[in-house]
């Protein structure tokens, strides 16, 4: 059975199928895992059982109508359709609760980038950048001069990662910044490190993300003195 505080078995395969709708040349393979570990886990349906007996050398049409038929018997949202900030529970569907971890570093990028420096994502001590678009964003992009990572009581979109050579736009992972009560969401666009968002606690997530606007131990005398001037610019400005 799942155990507390990891997704359930219908998440894992709602995950799996929205994964295999938005990249269909990965294959079925990873759907049909998924409905396998499921009737393990304890789910149950007609369908399920058609889909995790079927091969990955299906026609395609037919095993998404099994994973469409499943999620409905199963009363798992239809793929794109689970709210933001939502997970599949083995009771229906609830809100994130906010077990995950966020760590963040500045580092430099190296390489096709050439000598600047990105901020690093750990989330549950995974460093998500380079799953994503591949390089974090410059600090002036992200922290300098204003924090984008603070969770406001309006939800945002900022870019969290950018194509190793260094440009945003050429490749781009976005992550909404939802607050609710007692937690901060985090759900994904663009180029995805992971199949689903993740829930931090708010008040660890704030702390994280002063800290990291405060550490200024990285810095260059060139990258202090811009960032003192943007900083300077938007108070006066």
Not at 19 to 43: E, F, R
Not at 47 to 76: H, N, Y
Not at 96 to 115: C, F, K, M, V
Not at 208 to 234: K, Q
Request: charge should be negative; charged fraction near 15%; glycine fraction near 12%.
């Amino acid at each position: 059975m799942t155990e507390p505080g990891t997704d359930s078995a219908g998440q894992r395969l709602y995950d799996a199928a929205t994964t295999w709708s938005a990249d269909p040349a990965c294959g079925p393979g990873d759907v049909i895992a998924a409905a396998c570990q499921a009737l393990v886990d304890g789910a149950d349906s007609p369908t399920l059982r058609e889909l995790a007996g079927a091969s990955a050398r299906d026609s395609a049409a037919d095993i998404r109508d099994l994973v469409t038929q499943s999620l409905d018997e199963l009363m798992i949202p239809a793929v794109g359709t689970l709210p933001p900030d939502c997970r599949v529970t083995a009771g229906g569907i609830a809100n994130r609760p906010g077990i995950d971890t966020l760590r963040l570093a500045i580092a430099p990028t190296g390489g096709e980038a050439g000598d600047g420096f990105q901020v690093l994502v750990y989330v549950n001590g995974t460093e998500i950048t380079a799953a994503g678009a591949g390089l974090g964003m410059d600090p002036y992009d992200l922290l300098i001069p204003t924090n984008l990572l603070i969770a406001t009581n309006a939800p945002h979109t900022v870019g969290i990662a950018r194509c190793e050579c260094g440009t945003y736009g050429c490749g781009a992972t976005n992550v909404t910044i939802t607050r609710g009560p007692g937690v901060v969401h985090w759900d994904w666009s663009a180029e995805k490190p992971m199949p689903c968002g993740v829930s931090f606690p708010a008040d660890l997530y704030d702390a994280e993300v002063a800290r990291i606007a405060a550490d200024h131990a990285w810095e260059t005398p060139a990258r202090t003195a811009g960032r003192l001037i943007l900083t300077a610019s938007t108070t006066n400005g």
